[in-house]
């Protein structure tokens, strides 16, 4: 079952990302697809009792976009039009785990997980 509020999510997330302007880099379903496994809204955080870490929540995915987006568009060596022609496919971006240049970190508690067998 979907949640709105993911999709949501991932439209702010494909909103903003800059897209190559050779449409077969941006993958639309594949994106989705990785997004949901790398967000702590799409990502089960146990399978088989074991805890699996979550690489990025949503938001600070859609802030990396943004930040990416600004950084390609704002390359002063090369032309807006051209840094474009080698934006990689946004499926590519998030696999890659390209987007964790883009993410600040907070400073959270840290938190202990015991595996009890």
Same mark, same amino acid.
């Given at each position: 079952? #979907?949640?709105?509020?993911?999709?949501? $999510?991932?439209?702010?997330?494909?909103? %903003?990302?800059?897209?190559?302007?050779?449409?077969?880099?941006? +993958?639309?379903?594949?994106?989705?697809?990785?997004? +949901?496994?790398?967000? #702590?809204?799409?990502?089960? #955080?146990?399978?088989?009792?074991?805890?699996?870490?979550? &690489?990025?929540?949503?938001?600070?995915?859609?802030?990396?976009?943004?930040?990416?987006?600004?950084?390609?568009?704002?390359? %002063? =060596?090369?032309?807006?039009?051209?840094?474009?022609?080698?934006?990689?496919?946004?499926?590519?971006?998030?696999?890659?785990? &390209?987007?964790? $240049?883009?993410?600040?970190?907070?400073? #959270?508690? =840290?938190? +202990?997980?015991?595996?009890? +067998?």
């Amino acid at each position: 079952m #979907t949640n709105r509020n993911d999709h949501a $999510e991932f439209d702010q997330f494909w909103k %903003y990302y800059p897209h190559c302007k050779r449409p077969r880099r941006s +993958k639309l379903e594949v994106t989705r697809g990785i997004f +949901k496994q790398i967000t #702590t809204s799409g990502r089960k #955080t146990i399978v088989d009792g074991i805890p699996l870490y979550v &690489r990025a929540s949503p938001e600070q995915l859609v802030s990396a976009a943004k930040a990416y987006a600004e950084d390609v568009d704002n390359d %002063y =060596e090369v032309p807006s039009s051209e840094a474009r022609k080698y934006v990689p496919g946004a499926h590519v971006w998030l696999n890659q785990s &390209r987007h964790s $240049e883009w993410i600040e970190e907070e400073e #959270t508690e =840290e938190v +202990k997980i015991r595996i009890v +067998k």
